[in-house]
Structure formats: C-alpha cells, structure tokens
C-alpha cells in the first residue's frame, strides 16, 4: 500500500493517489482524506494509520469500508461497545521497540484475541513499524520481537517502510508500506535516492525577480547572518518561508540558478531568499532558480538544513502553485 499521508508528501493526495493507482492499497492518518479517495472512485484499500479517534466515526469507516489500525486499549474497548453496520477489518499494531503507537508484546496477544472475537472486525493483520531501518542499528531486534509475538499465528503482516523495503527483504510480507522512496527521496542519509535508482517527484522552483550589488562587509536580508567577503551579485529568488523553504536554511545552502549550482546567503525571508550569482554572469531578472528536485537533490538542501526530506516535502505551502506533467 501506497503511503499518503501528510497530502502525499506534500504532492496532492488526489493527484498522488491518481500516479499511484495501480498500487493495492492506500495508507494516511485523517478520515476525511480516506473519504475523499473514495469520493474520487479509489476502491483500494484505505488503512487510517492511526485508527480512529471517535466512536461517532466508526459507522462511517464501516459503511465506507475503511481499514483501521488498533494500537490502543482505548480503540478496542470502542469497537467493543456497540454492533456496527458493517464489520471494519483491522492492522493489530505491536509495538515492536520504537514506544510510538502499538500494544507491547506481552499483551498483543491478547487484544489480538479479543479483535478476532468482536463482531465488528472482520479480517485481521498485524502489524509493526521500525525506528531504525534508516540506520546502524537495521531491524533485527524488532523482527525477533515480532516473530515472537505472532508465533502460530496466520495472518498477514505488514512491517516494511521504505527503508526496510530497500535494506531487508525478510521484512516484505504481504502489505508493504513505502512513502518516502514513492516520491523519489531516499530514506537514508548515507545513501542517496540517484544511489537508489530513485527520481524526485516534486521539484520546487522560482525565479529572480530582482538583482542587487552587495559591497564587501555589507549584509543581505534581516539580521546579521551574512556579511559579503567581497563586492558580489545577489540574486532576489521569490520563495521564502511562506512556501516552506526553511527559514533555518544556513548561509551555504545549494541553489540552482539556471541550472547552475550556487549557494543562498543571507536569511531566508517570508516570501525571499538571496542567491550568490557573482560567478553566473548570465543570471538576471526571470532566470529560473531550482530550490530542489531534478538537478538538486532534496535530501541535499536537506542536510544542509540539519532536517530530512521528508520535512521539506511535507512543508510545501498551499500557496505554491502546482503543476502537475
Ligand atoms: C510514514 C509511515 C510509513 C512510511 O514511511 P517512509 O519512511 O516514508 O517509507 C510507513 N508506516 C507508518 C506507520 C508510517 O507512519
């Protein structure tokens, strides 16, 4: 199933799920959004990530047959405390280590059993989510923990994210659940998604829209973060903070101004931000600056940010217009 939460990365959820259509499945958090997929003629299956909050919720999930995720008590006791239209199938979550959402594996068990014997719920899985595919520390121990919670039982599972898709094989059971490698950005940071035969999906641009000349030891935008080492050419590019460009993005920060590589200075601003194009002769008013995606990669300018990709994705503003080729 295809992840699509936080409008898809930041990419449009209708838009997105359209690309993504011929995958089995959708995964996202808020209710309205599944229902709006299916609105839009999704027949998939749809699993809210975080189950439902609200009783007043569950005829509507039901009737639209939506999946849910069942990692607390409370959400059992909910489906236990009336008889539903239309039973509801679940992804049972253990928490396997990362302590975020799922029930820990001595009582998995249990709530399991309980699910499997409520008249609400109707096909069952179970699940899990990994805190360190990403990284050194990989996924072994949460396996042992899993295996070990499920042992003798015959559901389908569902494990993987896309970093565990990529790294561990062992982890692809029957509901796989990428998002990031989806939209062309690797999940890990020593690793990048050109490495992984990944292309980006979304990629953000602007224009200059004013040139200045900056004298040496002059600054560029608000506060004192810059200070010209030499008499330079600024470019004016038209996205700031209000876009989701990062205002914490540091002096240094890659840029492409037509196509070629240069570096922000200065502070981000609302609605601007400054590019060295002292050594780009040929940029001026209208030329075209690249602020990541095809020729920028997104966990590049992420770095330099101190964030991951995924963070700027999401943040894409809804005032940025979008065209979608
Ligand atoms: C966000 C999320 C995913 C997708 O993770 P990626 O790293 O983007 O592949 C999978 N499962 C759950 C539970 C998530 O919250």
Redesign the pocket.
Known sequence: MA?V?ADA?GHGLLEAAAALSDSDGF?LLDLDDALRLREAGFRQKIVL?EGCFSIDELDEVATSAIDL?IHSREQVEMLESGRLQKRINAFVKCNTGMNRLGFRPDIFRKMLERLEENENIGEIASMT?FCCA?GEEGVKSQMDVFNAAVAGLNHPSSLA???A?IRYPETRTEWL?????LYGAS?FPEQTAEELGLKPVMTLTSRIIAIQHVMKGEGVGYGPIFRAERNMRVGIVACGYADGYPRHAPNGTPVLVGRQLSKTVGRVSMDMLYADISDIPDAGVGTEVVLWGEGLPVEEVAKCCGTIS?ELLCALAPRVPVTYT
């Open positions: 992840v939460k990365y995964a990530l995720v989510h990403d994210n896309s970093a898709l659940r990428p998002g990031i490698m999940p995924y």
